[in-house]
């Protein structure tokens, strides 16, 4: 049974407004989350994270926000950039670091 | 920057052949993973390793093995091949102390 969830599989949203790409998880023991993006033909990359210890992380254009309590995070872009156009996975882990649950992914595209 | 490469982009393998994926480190990092990424199922992990020589059952471990004789090498071995086991082969690393996962470019097999 998926224990990440990403219900979204797809995204369009206009250059220079805001992405809201949104996950569910169903394990409380998860400890710690993280966002990748994924370009075609290529591996995923890490692009932000956060412990469970905290409601909000912010790097850059990109927010992550958890709500432990609806076991919900989303990840905000803003604003929207056309290389910003990819596949989004969301991964949660328990404190172990050693196992990592993936969801489905949502493809972003970003219209210029 | 670290780098994990993968031996091959793309492979194709008949039904029944032994099929060896390979995958390199250079950064000393003590954790590396094995996922298969499907459409519509996200990444699932195969296995995974926290050691030289050791290694740990994933979600979906059945028709693989793997062997890490050496810590920068983690190898998925598909014992006999079979079409479903037709997908994107993703190996990922992480240095143990953070959580983020390193990930090489993918192998594309084909079993036919």
Known sequence: DQQVKQNSPSLSVQEGRISILN?????????????YKKYPAEGPTFLISISSIKDKNEDGRFTVFLNKSAKHLSLHIV????????????????????QFYFGTG??????? | DVKVTQS??????????????ECVQDMDHENMFWYRQDPGLGLRLIYFSYD??????????????????????FSLILESASTNQ?????????????YEQYFGPGTRLTVT
């Open chain 1, 23 to 35: 996950c569910d998880y169903t394990n409380s023991m998860f400890d710690y989350f993280l966002w």
């Open chain 1, 106 to 112: 949502t493809s972003l595209t970003v219209i210029p």
């Open chain 2, 52 to 73: 030289v020589k050791m290694k740990e059952k994933g979600d979906i471990p059945e028709g693989y093995s793997v062997s890490r004789e050496k810590k920068e090498r």
């Open chain 2, 8 to 21: 091959s982009r793309y492979l194709v393998k008949r039904t029944g052949e032994k099929v060896f994926l």
């Open chain 2, 86 to 98: 037709t997908s994107m082969y993703l190996c990922a690393s992480t240095p143990g102390t953070t």
């Open chain 1, 79 to 98: 604003p929207s950039q056309p290389g910003d156009s990819a596949v989004y996975f969301c991964a949660a882990s328990p404190n172990t670091g050693n």
